[in-house]
């Protein structure tokens, strides 16, 4: 027989022994939902950081195509692919510039121009007169845009008066020569983009009923290459050669192209281009130099007809 003390101890522990067990039956599956929710909190959490990585990789390749575009356009592509390189960190920001020993340089300038431009309230002070002038400049990089001209940079616009080179690429001269199959080189194809502008200018007259002439000049030689500025970043080529295109241009007459000798003798076996010796002329810190007119077959013939 039990004593009541026994008693006391048995009830006690069985009581105690029912209260942890139905606690336990209570508590385990809060505990697995709290653990559920947790596992859940984390795999929520995850998933908001990979998606929001994933979506600053996205904008971080946006910014990369967006700079890559323009650098295209304010670039050559061989100097926009170097500072695409320093973008990414793999490059050196050194100032990028490069030595060229054979580039053909054109000054095409429309003389007139400054003519027709007038600041009055038909031309809405000169508004009119720049809507214009941006339409030529725009059909003009149209033309240069085309794959036959890929070979030919545009440098900039002065005014009224649009600069190119060619030869500004490593290789350049054997790949026009390699697609075009023949004795074409660099000159003489900036010699038809020269002849392609005037034709176009033409086009342009009768569509605005205007009487714009185009004045072209040219020279082969060594220039150097660079990039500066920062924020707005400027290609643009430095040397003799530059100066004295620019002097071709200013020392030529209007719907002609004239050259220098150097530049004349890269074109002179091509059948499908006239050269004219035109004699000696005065070239503003320079000197006397030789220069020549660069014509078509069918435009000579009009010339000696007195057309």
């Given at each position: 027989?039990?004593?009541?003390?026994?008693?006391?101890?048995?009830?006690?522990?069985?009581?105690?022994?029912?209260?942890?067990?139905?606690?336990?039956?209570?508590?385990?599956?809060?505990?697995?939902?709290?653990?559920?929710?947790?596992?859940?909190?984390?795999?929520?959490?995850?998933?908001?950081?990979?998606?929001k990585l994933r979506g600053e990789g996205e904008e971080v390749e946006t910014m990369q195509g967006i700079n890559k575009v323009l650098l295209e356009n304010l670039l050559p592509d061989h100097?926009?692919?170097?500072?695409?390189?320093?973008?990414?960190?793999?490059?050196?920001?050194?100032?990028?510039?490069?030595?060229?020993?054979?580039?053909?340089?054109?000054?095409?300038?429309?003389?007139?121009?400054?003519?027709?431009?007038n600041e009055n309230d038909i031309n809405k002070q000169g508004l009119e007169c720049i809507r214009l002038l941006n339409e030529i400049i725009c059909d003009f990089d149209l033309l240069l845009?085309?794959?036959?001209?890929?070979?030919?940079?545009?440098?900039?616009?002065?005014?009224?008066?649009?600069?190119?080179?060619?030869?500004?690429?490593?290789?350049?001269?054997?790949a026009v020569k390699k697609e075009c199959g023949r004795e074409k080189n660099l000159a003489i194809l900036m010699v038809e983009f020269g002849f392609q502008l005037m034709q176009l200018l033409?086009?342009?007259?009768?569509?605005?009923?205007?009487?714009?002439?185009?004045?072209?000049?040219?020279?082969?030689?060594?220039?150097?290459?660079?990039?500066?500025?920062?924020?707005?970043?400027?290609?643009?080529?430095?040397?003799?050669?530059?100066?004295?295109?620019?002097?071709?241009?200013?020392?030529?007459?209007?719907?002609?192209?004239?050259?220098?000798?150097?530049?004349?003798?890269?074109?002179?076996?091509?059948?499908?281009?006239?050269?004219?010796?035109?004699?000696?002329?005065?070239?503003?810190?320079?000197?006397?130099?030789?220069?020549?007119?660069?014509?078509?077959?069918?435009?000579?013939?009009?010339?000696?007809?007195?057309?």
């Amino acid at each position: 027989m039990l004593s009541s003390c026994s008693i006391l101890v048995y009830k006690i522990s069985f009581h105690t022994n029912s209260d942890i067990y139905l606690v336990m039956v209570f508590v385990s599956p809060l505990i697995m939902i709290v653990l559920d929710r947790d596992q859940d909190f984390a795999a929520r959490i995850e998933w908001i950081w990979r998606d929001k990585l994933r979506g600053e990789g996205e904008e971080v390749e946006t910014m990369q195509g967006i700079n890559k575009v323009l650098l295209e356009n304010l670039l050559p592509d061989h100097v926009a692919k170097h500072f695409l390189t320093i973008i990414k960190g793999n490059g050196s920001e050194d100032l990028y510039s490069h030595k060229y020993e054979r580039v053909y340089v054109m000054f095409a300038n429309i003389p007139n121009y400054k003519e027709f431009y007038n600041e009055n309230d038909i031309n809405k002070q000169g508004l009119e007169c720049i809507r214009l002038l941006n339409e030529i400049i725009c059909d003009f990089d149209l033309l240069l845009s085309k794959p036959k001209y890929s070979s030919i940079e545009k440098i900039k616009t002065i005014g009224s008066s649009y600069m190119v080179a060619a030869g500004l690429s490593p290789g350049a001269a054997a790949a026009v020569k390699k697609e075009c199959g023949r004795e074409k080189n660099l000159a003489i194809l900036m010699v038809e983009f020269g002849f392609q502008l005037m034709q176009l200018l033409d086009n342009i007259n009768r569509d605005s009923f205007q009487v714009f002439s185009l004045r072209v000049g040219a020279s082969m030689g060594p220039v150097v290459a660079g990039v500066v500025g920062a924020r707005k970043p400027q290609y643009d080529i430095w040397g003799n050669t530059v100066n004295v295109a620019s002097r071709m241009e200013s020392s030529g007459q209007m719907g002609r192209i004239q050259v220098t000798e150097g530049f004349a003798e890269s074109v002179k076996d091509c059948q499908e281009i006239i050269c004219t010796f035109r004699g000696n002329i005065q070239v503003k810190g320079k000197g006397s130099l030789p220069t020549y007119w660069l014509d078509k077959p069918n435009k000579c013939k009009h010339m000696e007809n007195g057309i």
